[in-house]
Nanobody, 126 residues
Framework: QVQLVESGGGLVQAGGSLRLSCTASGRTLSWFAMGWFRQAPGKEREFVAAISWRGIGTSVADSVKGRFTISRENGKNTVYLQMNSLKSEDTAVYYC???????????????????WGQGTQVTVSS
């Protein structure tokens, strides 16, 4: 079992930055592909960014490309989402997720993830 806890959310003005963290307990995050997803009120959960377990491969959604960066520190059991140039449409609850695997690939689909955090609220005021 892996427990994931997100932190770093909050209220920020448009154009500002936030860094989200996702820390795991129970098992090391090595051998886990990791992802960030978000869900705005009345909308489905959507992919934001993902990283392979070695950290070599990354992927970000077109809507955040050039603004958001995903990274990880396996030694600290932590994955990060650096969010810059935030827009009001980035307002959502952000979730991190973990997918155990041997191959070092990026996973971008919600259904492939086995473990989820409780989420952290990000609110961007315009």
């Amino acid at each position: 079992q892996v427990q994931l806890v997100e932190s770093g959310g909050g209220l920020v003005q448009a154009g500002g930055s936030l860094r989200l963290s996702c820390t795991a307990s129970g098992r090391t995050l090595s051998w886990f592909a990791m992802g960030w997803f978000r869900q705005a009120p009345g909308k489905e959960r959507e992919f934001v960014a993902a990283i392979s377990w070695r950290g070599i491969g990354t992927s970000v959604a077109d809507s955040v490309k050039g603004r958001f960066t995903i990274s990880r520190e396996n030694g600290k059991n932590t994955v990060y989402l650096q969010m810059n140039s935030l827009k009001s449409e980035d307002t959502a609850v952000y979730y991190c997720a973990a997918n155990p695997r041997i191959d070092d690939v990026v996973v971008t689909t919600t259904g492939e993830y086995n473990y989820w955090g409780q989420g952290t609220q990000v609110t961007v005021s315009s």
